[in-house]
Every structure is written in C-alpha cells, then in structure tokens.
C-alpha cells in the first residue's frame, strides 16, 4: 500500500471523510463482510418488506439489498454528505434515504420493522450513549423473530495489514474508547486517513444483549490464512 499526505485525518461527519469513502477500495468489503451481513439478512419473507440500513454511507450495501436481494431499504445517516452520495450513487425505486440523530427512530412505530443492518457503523461513532440508544431503538422497532446484523471491523484484527485497510497501528493494544488511526486504499493505491474508536467484542455484545437482544453469533469471514478484517454478529428481535 503506497503512503499519501496523512497530515489530515478525517473525522466521519465532514464531506472530505464522504468523498474518501467514496473513492475507497471495496473488493475486500464485497468479498468478505457485505455477502457475509447478506447472507445472514436473507431474503424478504414479503414482497415489501422492509429492511433499515443505519448508518447507509454512501449506499453501497443498501443497494446490494434492493437491487439483488429484493428488499424495500430505508437508509439512514447522520452525515448529510454520505446522504447526498448516496442519493448520487445509489437511487432505487425501492430505496429512500433520510438524515437523522444516530439515536432515535421517533417516526418509526413498536414492532414494525423486518430487518435491521448496521455495517461499519459502530466502529466510527466515539459515543457509547449514542451507541446504547440506538441499539434500544433498533430492538423497539424490530417485529419479533427480526433479524438485527451488526457488522463491523474486527477487533482482534487491529494493526494487521489487509489488501484495503489498516485498523490501528502494528504492535499496539487497544482499549475499550481508544481512538484508533484508519488507513484506507484508494483504488489508484494511494491511500485516506480517518479516525475510528476501538470497542471489544465484549463490549459489542453488551450493548446488544443491554438493549434487549438475545447474545449474537459471531462470524469472522476470510479467504485468506489471515485474520478475518470484518465481524458479522447476528441477533434478531426476542419472540
Ligand atoms: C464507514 S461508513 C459505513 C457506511 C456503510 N454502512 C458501508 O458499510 O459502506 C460509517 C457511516 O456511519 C455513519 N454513522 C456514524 N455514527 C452513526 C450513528 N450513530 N448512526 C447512524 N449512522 C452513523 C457515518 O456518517 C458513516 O456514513
């Protein structure tokens, strides 16, 4: 991976962490954690139902799940600039994309939802609270049995060396709301610098099974003898 100016690293709310997203790298992601996240989404049991993509970005997955998997998504963002490409990007019929606080659903009612998917979501937000909430709120609107993937960068994976990415430096520990440095290659090799926030598998599993759901599975996909990048935990709406 060729080095680029990384006196900047970008926080994920501004439009320069947009454009960078946008221009990343994706095979390892459409190799590994999207048909990973998809495989334990399924398909809609109904023709309209309806999955919730929170934290959509710039609405790569959420595209994945209308065009080829036959689901209504509503993709929601707290960063307008991620919005507006995917608005750009990633238009489908079935597909509407609205701005919200990372916290609360207040439009969406008890009980409704058929699915929900947060993919490298978490791994991007510093606030715990935020985090809890939104776990809450994403178990309210669930229907029961409701899937709930939360796929994210593996923690045991930080500063390994990955075709696409770096997560944290080589040779260092991270705790539990320690800031960690995020290289991602860019198609033409060169390469961003953003800031993500390190959390155990522990703590990711707590701030399910504290909002109500029952403990996830975990899986670690890789196609390599390397660790695995990503995690997919799967959990689903108590009965
Ligand atoms: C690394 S991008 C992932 C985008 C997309 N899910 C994907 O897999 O390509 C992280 C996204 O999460 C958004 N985000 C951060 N905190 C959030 C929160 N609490 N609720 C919803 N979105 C959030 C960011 O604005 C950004 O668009």
């Not at 994945?64 to 490409?85: F, K, N, Q, Y």
């Not at 659903?105 to 939802?113: E, F, H, N, R």
Request: proline share 7%.
């Amino acid at each position: 991976m060729s080095d680029t100016d990384h006196s900047t690293t970008l926080t994920w709310d501004t439009a320069a962490a947009a454009a960078a997203y946008r221009r990343r790298d994706m095979r390892l992601a459409e190799r590994l954690i999207f048909p990973t996240a998809l495989h334990h989404l399924g398909r809609p049991a109904r023709p309209d139902a309806a999955v919730l993509d929170i934290g959509c970005g710039t609405g790569v997955l959420a595209a994945l799940m209308a065009r080829t998997h036959g689901w209504t998504v509503h993709g929601l963002d707290v960063s307008p600039h991620m919005l507006e490409i995917a608005r750009t990007d990633n238009a489908h019929p079935r597909i509407d994309y609205h701005l919200f606080d990372g916290r609360s659903l207040p439009d969406i009612a008890d009980g409704t939802v058929d699915a929900a998917v947060c993919c490298l979501v978490y791994c991007t937000d510093p606030d715990d609270h935020r985090l809890a909430a939104l776990t809450s709120e994403i178990e309210r609107v669930l229907r029961p049995g409701a899937p709930y993937i939360l796929a994210d960068l593996n923690p045991d994976a930080t500063g390994e060396q990955f075709s696409t990415l770096r997560y944290g430096e080589p040779k260092t520990t991270y705790s539990d709301g320690d800031s960690v440095p995020v290289v991602l290659r860019r198609l033409d090799g060169t390469t961003d610098a953003l800031t993500c926030h390190f959390r155990t598998l522990a703590t990711y599993t707590s701030l399910l099974t504290d909002a109500g759901f029952p403990t996830p599975t975990v899986d670690l996909p890789t196609d390599t003898a390397t660790i695995a990048p990503y995690m997919v935990l799967t959990t689903h709406k108590d009965r």
